[in-house]
């Protein structure tokens, strides 16, 4: 089993910057490699969408609303994966999910971080 560990969130304001952390590691001596990953969101009364994924390889793929502000990326050594938030608006308020491909192909869900973008 892989357990992830999300943290990171919190309040920001407008226009503020915001680093999302997805820890990955093994239970039961389970070997962690992070195949892939991918950053979702769900706002209040909105359905679950997706941010942004990443492979292994560094290939990445942005929703249009985040693209060019948000960037997600992997840190293989330390098998944790991030999401940098800059420029962040209101409309980006949401409890953020990380999900993570192991070596395996199983994938895993982080237990969400909230973000909220207020003044």
């Known amino acids: 089993q892989v357990q992830l560990v999300e943290s990171g969130g919190g309040l920001v304001q407008p226009g503020g910057s915001l680093r999302l952390s997805c820890a990955a590691s093994?239970?039961?001596?389970?070997?962690?490699?992070?195949?892939?990953m991918g950053w979702y969101r769900q706002a209040p009364g909105k359905q679950r969408e997706l941010v942004a994924t990443?492979?292994?390889?560094?290939?990445?793929n942005y929703a249009d609303s985040v693209k060019g502000r948000f960037t997600i990326s992997i840190d293989n050594a330390k098998n944790t994966g991030y999401l940098q938030m800059n420029s962040l608006k209101p409309a980006a308020t949401a409890v953020y999910y990380c999900?993570?491909?192991?070596?395996?192909?199983?994938?895993?869900w982080g237990q969400g971080t909230q973000v909220t973008v207020s003044s």
């Open positions: 999900n993570v491909r192991n070596w395996d192909l199983f994938e895993y």
């Open positions: 093994g239970t039961s001596g389970s070997t962690v490699s992070i195949n892939a």
């Open positions: 990443i492979t292994r390889r560094g290939s990445t």
